[in-house]
Nanobody, 120 residues
């Protein structure tokens, strides 16, 4: 069993900052991609940021220059530093991982989600 556990969400004023964390645990052989998606009320889930096993990190245009994803491979953990937050960043943020649980079993996993609310 693999679990992704997120933390760090909350309420912040516009222009403020938050840092999300996501730790993968359980039967993990290796992790390929790891990152974040978000879903605002009444909207579809959308891509936010993703770090690949090759070391590249991609961001949605809407968060470039404001969000920064970092990864601690040894701890199977990713962090999302969110600065200059805007009300439109309000959403449930989901951690995502594409990983091998054994040498030949590859699957995608999602966290339970953490709420981020940007409001004055």
């Amino acid at each position: 069993q693999v679990q992704l556990v997120e933390s760090g969400g909350g309420l912040v004023q516009p222009g403020g900052s938050l840092r999300l964390s996501c730790a993968a645990s359980g039967s993990i052989f290796s992790i390929n991609d790891m990152g974040w998606y978000r879903q605002a009320a009444g909207k579809e889930r959308e891509f936010v940021a993703l770090n690949t096993n090759a070391g590249t990190t991609n961001y949605a245009d809407s968060v470039k220059g404001r969000f920064r994803l970092s990864r601690d491979a040894a701890r199977h953990t990713v962090y999302l530093q969110m600065d200059s937050l805007k009300p439109e960043d309000t959403a449930v943020y989901y951690c995502y991982a594409d990983l091998f649980s054994t040498y030949d079993v590859r699957d995608e996993y999602w966290g339970q989600g953490t709420q981020v609310t940007v409001s004055s």
